[in-house]
């Protein structure tokens, strides 16, 4: 009986719907942008099937394109760098709580993911606009008669992708912190250490495993972001998700879309890659 | 000792400080909407309802509003039957399989916008048209399904299945075994997943944008094309409404199964 119940006739049949739509319209796609990516651009046709390196080409002769790219990776290291930053206190904070105060704080965390990023993106607009509340305050206070330019530039579109990433480097450092067992750092306090003593050799250390998974995740998720650079930047903050829609709807080029696409996720990788090493020579470098 | 207490206070400042900066997006879109002026200045300039009354007579808005909610009721149902059912299948008969279950979460792991892209692209190659409701709909089968499909799996990972042998042996049917035991037993990951599949597809932006067209424009679509080009604090009560349906969401899924559920099922 048991042996039935768990014998080889599979019931593969539960798995097929879900198995072929990410085959079929997941997989397939991204294999066709790459193939489409070495098209050349069509006249009448989006594409025609004419084989042609000349997309690749083109795209890494423009300096431009190097230029948003660079702008591009940059936000996104700083993205990284502002939520590590913010993120670890309220992590260490998340994790020391009580059960009772954690569910509120929890709540308070994920709220923020569960409203639309085109809404959080018009909530930073009514602050941060010229005529915006932290700017009609600033002017009612005498602080800066002109106004702090604060949106449709790089700050702004870095505000808001510090804001939507946040929580995610959060729950990726506190299950990190929430291994550590307090005692370590109690321990090490009664031994003599101090607080920040306790933290950098002992708490830190630890905790590494989740900088490292949370600073790769936002990474991804920052360099790809689309919707933030464009209400915050307003156009003027141009990277290169932007640059690939642009080049795919407005201009109708969609092979060279497909290149820029392709560049970014390779930049991307180089970035994660080189990532990885410096994280292993850290992790190296701890153990004794 | 002194020092020691004045260190924590400041440190529990700075997490104030920080919760703030989180909720004060949010609020202040449910500022915008009551305000009187175009713009929320200092001093305010006193309550209105204008927006709201803007929001309801504008068709462009109040049409793509019951779209985005029809679109969203129709992915949940479809992820949540066919998310639901891969779990089952990896859980109980493929638990080694990586690359299988690496596969069914992939669409999470890329960014949406790319998606997106490639989609368009497929779609016009195999001749479904850049931008169709069925088109639009499988983006965001595709994007929801993990969701899913990683709440489920996570609460099957802890499921006794002698508890469905047990029923099994006393003579029910695998049709009532999995009714009236397995289901109760993981209806908190399900429900989780539908939620979580929900909201994912109503407030989904860059699947919708290069998909959706004229007669399937989603409500994030609608308020970033009025967004773009000015600032209309129209779209500050859209995003209230917006907010206050992800909230009875959430809400009722806390009636019926606990937010735990919620936060455990998603974190896996």
Redesign the interface.
Same mark, same amino acid.
Request: cysteine-free; charged content about 10%.
């Given at each position: 009986m048991l042996m039935r119940a768990r014998g080889s006739r599979r019931p593969w049949f539960l798995v097929v719907p879900a198995l072929a739509l990410v085959v079929v319209f997941f997989v397939l796609p991204y294999a066709n942008l790459l193939v489409m990516s070495f098209f050349m651009p069509g006249k009448a046709e989006p594409y025609d099937a004419i084989p042609t390196l000349g997309n690749y080409t083109s795209a890494l002769g423009d300096s431009f394109q190097w230029w948003i790219l660079w702008r591009t990776l940059k936000l996104g290291f700083l993205t990284t760098l502002f939520t590590l930053v913010l993120g670890y206190p309220l992590a260490y904070n998340l994790a020391r709580a009580g059960s009772k105060v954690k569910g509120m704080l929890l709540v308070l965390l994920l709220s923020p993911l569960l409203v639309g990023v085109v809404i959080r993106s018009f909530g930073w607009m009514v602050l941060l606009a010229d005529n915006g509340l932290i700017n009609s305050l600033v002017k009612h206070w005498g602080l800066a008669p002109h106004g702090l330019k604060l949106m449709y530039n790089e700050f702004g579109v870095l505000v808001g992708t510090v804001h939507i990433y946040l929580p995610f480097m959060v729950l990726s450092l506190s299950g990190a912190l929430q291994n550590i067992p307090p005692d370590l750092e109690l321990a090490s306090r009664s031994l003599g250490a101090s607080f920040i003593q306790a933290f950098w050799r002992i708490v830190f250390p630890l905790s590494l495993p989740g900088v490292f998974a949370g600073c790769l995740l936002v990474f991804v998720l920052a360099v790809s972001s689309y919707v933030i650079p464009v209400l915050l930047g307003g156009f003027q903050v141009i990277t290169t998700p932007l640059l690939v829609v642009q080049t795919a709807v407005d201009v109708h080029n969609w092979p060279g879309a497909a290149a820029q696409a392709v560049i970014l996720f390779a930049a991307s990788l180089a970035c994660i890659g080189l990532y990885f090493k410096l994280m292993n020579r850290a992790m190296r470098g701890l153990s004794p | 000792m002194r020092h020691?207490r004045l260190?924590r206070a400041a440190?529990?400042a700075?997490?104030a400080l920080?919760?703030v900066?989180?909720?004060?997006?949010?609020?202040?879109?449910v500022v915008?909407s009551l305000n009187a002026g175009r713009?929320?200045?200092?001093?305010p300039e006193g309550l209105s309802l204008q927006w709201y009354v803007k929001f309801m007579n504008s068709g462009p808005f109040v049409r793509s509003f019951f779209f985005s909610l029809r679109l969203a009721a129709l992915t949940t149902v479809i992820t949540t039957?066919?998310?639901t059912?891969?779990a089952?299948?990896?859980v109980r008969?493929?638990r080694r399989n990586n690359a $299988?279950r690496m596969?069914?979460v &992939? /669409?999470l792991q $890329? /960014? @949406?916008?790319?998606?997106s892209?490639?989609? $368009?692209?497929?779609y016009? &190659?195999i001749g479904l048209g850049g931008t169709s409701y069925l088109g639009l709909l499988?983006?965001h089968?595709?994007v929801c399904?993990p969701y899913v499909?990683l709440t489920v799996a996570a609460v099957l990972y802890n499921f006794d299945r002698s508890l469905e042998?047990a029923a099994?042996?006393l003579g029910a049917g695998s049709v009532t075994a999995f009714r009236r035991i397995t289901l109760p037993i993981i209806k908190g990951g399900v429900i989780a997943g539908a939620v979580f599949s929900f909201?994912t597809s109503?407030?989904?932006? /860059?699947i919708s944008? $290069?998909l959706s067209g004229v007669g399937t424009t989603t409500l /994030?679509i609608q308020?970033?094309d009025y967004?773009?080009f000015s600032?209309d604090p129209t779209?500050?009560a859209? @995003?209230t409404v917006?907010?206050l349906i992800?909230l009875g969401v959430?809400i009722m899924t806390e009636r019926l199964v606990g937010?735990?559920s919620?936060?455990v099922g @998603?974190?896996q």
């Open positions: - | 020691r260190a440190f529990l700075l997490i920080l919760y900066f989180l909720i004060a997006p949010i609020v202040i879109v915008a713009f929320l200045v200092f001093p039957v066919i998310g059912a891969a089952l299948y990896v008969h493929a $299988l596969l069914l &992939a /669409p $890329l /960014p @949406g916008i790319m998606t892209l490639a989609l $368009l692209i497929f016009y &190659a499988i983006g089968v595709v399904m499909f042998e099994r042996s909201i109503f407030d989904q932006f /860059p944008l $290069l /994030p308020v970033f967004l773009r600032f779209a500050a859209v @995003g917006n907010i992800t959430v937010l735990e919620l936060y @998603g974190r």
